[in-house]
């Protein structure tokens, strides 16, 4: 085979470069990223597409006109930035790291690779080929093989089971769709008996935060603002296209009732972090120059709401725990947090406690994204490694024996790919600990239990664990249930009353 083309993402790059190093007989280079080291083959047997636009160019070119040069490893934002120059490989085979990445399937990525990268060898990898749904699965192997799951609307009404207004209900055939995969899907787990006696044995705890009064206060506000969004969304529906939904056309409006509903969902995950990631997105809605920030944030801001809320009772958590595992010398601890803003906040209080602690988030280069992971690995006097979820898939980190999620996050396929950043065979612990902390009785602690859901519905078409009856529902009516429950229990009198008249 001539050329093989590898599309991973942008911090993994280097990561593959070495594999490949190893594993093959290749001349080798060494390159040094901000002083650490580390070792990948001659750049005339296997190209690593990286740099500005010009230097992209000529490694392009270089490939091209190399007959040595076997490997090509090029990130997913090159296929949408470059995507004449990449077709222009002719890859005879092309791999897609992380494979998720393509999952959605009006995302920009996801079309330009199916449009772009279509040699005739073809495979996907990732741990979790199902995140949320099963037209995740089907994006991905609309690019390995159409043929195995067949047009999109004949799949979704033969699987997916969906409300008048277009949500994802219940799912069902599921021993089909297993059947259907076949030969196509390759499965590897870590409880396989051939694997399980080279991996750490992980436990999995709770740090659970308790409401002070002025959080629980401010909580119950948004919590009946979300209901009512809720009510609304229920009450006006809309409208949904099956057929558009698989051709990647679908796209949500923030003015619409749905989007109404994720936005209050998110500003409450915001609140529970810390309160004022709702003051910055709010000044950053309020920025003309700036295209991020919430506009409910904005109003609840205006509105006063967080203003006398000068303290987060999770990162308060956070801190005192991280200095009881700082006082064991041989603690390494991995923090993910969903938000940029929140991550610097961490990290900073780490420096500031006198922790060596190094930061990983998506807008460091490439090279400085390796410099950070070696360091973390090499350095045995670095014991933090605190990253946004651009550190999720991928990043191998052995050396650590904790991982701390500061929020949970919706997907359990997303879970479990940040929860397996230290869980590899080259563990250098016997037992490694993954800590999820979460307010109690919050929306937190059912996207927890949310998770299971979602990985049932993984479990039954990858592994072919079936439920009772081959169905598994996933009604989004039970977050309805879980704000007029959590209201009924905490919130003021009569605020429920008037939501629900």
């Not at 990561?15 to 040094?32: G, M, N, V």
């Not at 296997?46 to 160019?57: A, E, I, N, Q």
């Not at 949500?167 to 599921?174: A, E, T, V």
């Not at 936005?263 to 295209?291: F, G, Q, T, W």
């Amino acid at each position: 085979m001539d050329r093989v083309l590898l599309i991973v993402p942008a911090g993994l790059k280097y990561q593959w470069a070495e594999s490949i190093a190893r594993f093959t007989d290749l001349p080798q280079q060494a390159k040094r990223f901000k002083g650490e080291r580390i070792t990948i083959p001659d750049s005339r047997y296997c190209m690593v597409v990286d740099g500005t636009p010009d230097r992209r160019k000529r490694q392009y070119k270089m490939i091209r006109e190399l007959p040595t040069c076997n490997y090509a490893i090029v990130g997913y934002d090159n296929i949408t930035s470059d995507a004449r120059e990449v077709a222009r490989l002719q890859a005879e085979f092309a791999v897609l790291d992380e494979a998720s990445a393509i999952k959605t399937l009006s995302a920009a990525r996801t079309i330009a690779v199916k449009d772009k990268i279509t040699p005739p060898w073809r495979m996907a990898l990732t741990a979790t080929p199902i995140d949320n749904r099963p037209d995740e699965l089907f994006s991905i192997m609309e690019w390995v093989d159409p043929e195995v799951l067949g047009r999109g609307d004949l799949f979704d009404l033969a699987y997916i089971e969906r409300s008048d207004y277009g949500d994802q209900i219940g799912y069902k055939n599921l021993k089909t769709l297993r059947e259907r995969l076949g030969t196509a899907l390759y499965r590897k787990s870590v409880h396989d008996p051939d694997v399980a006696p080279f991996m750490p044995d992980r436990k999995i705890l709770s740090w659970p935060v308790q409401f002070d009064l002025p959080t629980r206060e401010v909580y119950a506000r948004m919590a009946a603002d979300l209901l009512t969004a809720l009510e609304e969304a229920t009450r006006f529906g809309g409208s949904f296209s099956v057929s558009a939904h698989y051709a990647g056309q679908r796209r949500l409006d923030d003015g619409t009732a749905v989007g109404k509903v994720m936005s209050r969902h998110m500003c409450m995950e915001m609140l529970l972090d810390h309160p004022d990631l709702i003051v910055d997105s709010a000044l950053d809605y309020a920025d003309e120059n700036s295209k991020r920030g919430s506009q409910y944030a904005n109003a609840v801001y205006a509105e006063g709401l967080v203003d006398d809320l000068t303290h987060a009772p999770k990162l308060n958590l956070l801190l005192v725990n991280l200095a009881k595992l700082m006082q064991d010398p041989g603690n390494k601890v991995i923090i993910f947090t969903r938000y940029r803003w929140m991550q610097q906040l961490i990290f900073e209080n780490c420096l500031a406690h006198g922790w060596d602690t190094v930061a990983y988030h998506g807008e460091l280069s490439t090279a400085e994204q390796q410099a950070a992971r070696a360091r973390f690995l090499k350095n045995p006097d670095c014991r933090i490694f605190v990253s946004t979820h651009a550190g999720e898939r991928g990043t191998d980190l052995p050396v650590a024996n904790w991982l701390i999620n500061y929020e949970p996050v919706w997907s359990s396929g997303q879970a479990d790919q940040i929860n397996g950043r230290h869980m590899r065979t080259s563990s250098e612990f016997d037992d490694i600990f993954v800590v999820n902390m979460f307010y109690e009785g919050s929306i937190e602690e059912r996207k927890l239990d949310q998770q299971e859901g979602k990985r049932a519905v993984s479990r039954a078409i990858v592994d072919g664990h079936m439920p009772k009856g081959d169905r598994i529902r996933n009604d989004v009516a039970s977050l309805r249930e879980h704000l007029i429950g959590w209201l009924t229990e905490h919130g003021p009198t009569g605020m429920l009353e008037s939501i629900l008249q």
